[in-house]
């Protein structure tokens, strides 16, 4: 795999099993995690949104197994979520994994499009927001931000603010007179700045909130000394208006490489 692409996919690993960590033993979320071959799996029978039922890695740091595919397929079927996602990058190993998801009934969706920063001065966003790192005072408050934005259940929101505890977290907020407005989160581990987590209040659209919040976590990571900076949102597509798309690469972050996503069919 090249280095780049590796390093982006060990950094979305760490971010989420750190995550995992902070949400361990939050009711009612009930998420629960384990690493197998290598890879982080993650099921919260609290809220089956995709974000937190996933795996991360497959066949990327180790081959995967086919018993592996099968038992969580098992898990996740027993837990009652019915749409989650298996992340699968081209290099992935063996050959055979894309057979083995297949006779699971795991099928491809929507892929993810990975995007690279190399840590360049971003444009100013021109928004008229107060954006400050924050602390667990704003937690909550981040996490219905976020919540909200992505369907997300409240149960998620307890986790969601553990990560303004986290010390790996940095947490950005955008304010409108005093209201906390957007939001956006950044994890820094080996040298690279992981972006994730941006979200915008119903309340408060059209002023520059996710590019302001684009802005702050690319100087934040810079400042930490981040040599590369990296997120992800849906390849674009047809008929989509692809918003998020279009602000990140405004940011300055290129086109790195597509992910496939595979879910259970019908």
Known sequence: METNHQRVEDVELAAFLDFSEAAAGLEPLALQYEIADQALIMRA????????????????????????????????????????FVHIVDEAQ???????????????????????????????????????????????????????????KEAAIPALAKLTERPKWHIYMGFAEGQPAAAGALFVDQGVGWCDFGATSSKFRRRGGQ????????KAARDLGC?????????????DPQHSYH???WAGFEESYLRDNFAPGP
Not at 55 to 70: D, F, K, M, N, W
Not at 230 to 235: F, I, K, L, N, V
Request: glycine content about 10%; cysteine-free.
């Open 45 to 84: 029978s609290g809220d089956p949104h995709f974000l937190i039922n996933r795996v991360i890695g497959l066949g990327v740091l180790a081959p995967a197994r086919r018993e592996t595919i099968s038992r969580f397929r098992q898990d996740f079927e027993k837990t009652g979520i019915d749409r989650y």
């Open 94 to 152: 063996p050959q055979e994994l894309k057979s083995w998801l297949a006779a699971e009934n795991l099928v491809p969706q929507r892929r993810w499009m990975k995007f690279i920063h190399k840590g360049g001065l971003s444009p100013e966003s021109g928004s008229d927001l107060e954006v400050r790192l924050v602390d667990g005072a704003y937690g909550e408050a981040f996490g219905r931000i976020v919540a909200a934005s992505f369907d997300m």
């Open 211 to 218: 590019r302001a919040m684009l802005e702050a976590r690319i």
């Open 227 to 239: 040599d590369l900076i990296a997120t992800e949102t849906g390849e674009a597509v047809e008929g």
């Open 247 to 249: 602000n990140i690469q």
